[in-house]
């Protein structure tokens, strides 16, 4: 190692480094205090006397958190040749300037550097030590241009993309403007037509003790409950309206049990198998018309995905900390590209039948009740959709296995 002076590393500071490497100390030497004296504002410039030597002198000047911006090497030395050396920095440092100093007899050396080390430059002794420095400024010139460029076009990338992302907000807040002041005029419509419903009460005052009528009447009762509470939900969300949701204890696997029921007036669910696994069933503080909600709208995506005989199931389990419901299908899947987006408001799969707003409304509702809703899914395989409701503190979960 060459006794010329070096700036102090600090740990604050990152320095940034030109190594020369030469086996001969008295050329290491002038090389190294030539370089300083041109440079010297601007770089550190170090020296080792073999490669074995600048290997590890750059590793350790990068843990310390500098930069090695340019290797010089002599092509002949003892042990590792430059050409080596070089191309082994390649691997490891590709965007570090590599200049080559060879004999007339070394340019097979520094044409082999050229294509397996990237090699920058190479100069062939003796060299002119005017045109030397003149190398070396371009070279550190085009480099800092490189990085500036690289700076400038991530800056360019990061700025784009919030352009993209402010853009995608706009459209979507006049979405939802446009879905709120729809909503405004369903729910007046809604409500208006839902009157009608009123003489369901009639028709059950009228046959007290026919039951199986009782229980249609009841369920035409409970669907303009729902029907109402569905509209009243898009239109807060439309709005970005919070508000509590009204809670009770409620029996998980009754309400699982009904919302079943409510589907199995659909057609297509006719055709579907629905298998049921009640691992545990346990009393959860919920708002049940938004949970019946929530599965009804699972239970549709499952059916839609699936083919007439195709099964889906329901699980229930629980941790220690929530009860989980997972409702699995062996559907069609959804594309791996496509998993994310299907949180978000309108995006949907299922074209013109769709309209983006039911997943991102399950998960409002189930994030209403502390809990989380997520999916898996293998496109061909089918999907499953885990519900993550909070133990209640009050809970007495039936461990008890419960299969249908």
């Not at 000047?61 to 590792?80: A, K, N």
């Amino acid at each position: 190692m060459p006794d010329s002076e070096h700036k102090q590393a600090t740990c604050e500071t990152t320095r940034k480094v030109i190594v020369c490497v030469d086996d001969d100390r008295a050329l290491l030497e002038g090389l190294t205090q030539q370089l300083d004296a041109a440079f010297g504002e601007e770089y550190d410039v170090e020296g080792a006397e073999s490669a074995l030597e600048a290997i590890e002198l750059i590793e350790r000047l990068y843990e310390e958190g500098h930069v090695v911006d340019m290797v010089i090497s002599d092509q002949v030395m003892p042990g590792m040749k430059g050409d080596e050396l070089l191309e082994r920095l390649h691997v490891q440092y590709p965007d570090t300037i590599k200049i080559m100093l060879t004999g007339q007899a070394g340019l097979d050396s520094a044409i082999h550097a050229i294509n397996n080390a990237g090699l920058s430059r190479y100069l062939v002794k003796p060299w002119d030590d005017d045109e030397f420095i003149l190398a070396v400024r371009d070279l550190l010139d085009r480099l800092e241009l490189e990085r500036e460029n690289k700076r400038l076009f991530q800056e360019l990338q990061v700025a784009y993309k919030q352009l993209v992302e402010t853009q995608e907000q706009l459209i979507e807040t006049e979405k939802l403007a446009v879905v709120g002041k729809m909503a405004t005029g369903i729910v007046h419509e809604i409500r208006n037509q839902l009157t009608v419903l009123g003489y369901a009460e009639v028709i059950k005052m009228a046959v007290p003790d026919n039951q199986k009528v009782n229980e249609y009447v009841q369920n035409v009762l409970d669907a303009r409950v729902r029907i109402l509470s569905v509209v009243d939900e898009i239109r807060r969300f439309a709005r970005k309206q919070t508000q509590p949701y009204q809670k009770d204890s409620y029996l998980l696997t009754e309400v699982i049990e009904s919302a079943l029921t409510i589907i199995a007036y659909d057609q297509d669910a006719k055709r579907r198998k629905f298998i049921t696994e009640y691992q545990v069933e346990p009393f959860l503080v919920l708002n049940r018309n938004k949970i019946i909600q929530v599965l009804l709208n699972m239970l549709r995506n499952a059916i839609q995905a699936t083919t007439e005989d195709g099964t889906i199931t329901i699980v229930v389990t629980k941790n220690a900390e929530y009860v989980i419901i997972d409702v699995s299908d062996d559907g069609c899947g959804i594309p791996s590209n496509q998993l994310e987006s299907i949180w978000e408001p309108f995006f949907t799969t299922k074209g013109e039948r769709g309209t983006g707003l039911g997943l991102e409304i399950c998960k409002r509702i189930i994030k209403g009740h502390s809990g989380s809703i997520s999916c898996q899914s293998e496109e061909g395989k089918g999907s499953t959709f885990t519900i993550r409701l909070p133990l209640d503190s009050g809970d007495t979960a039936d461990n008890t296995v419960s299969s249908s």
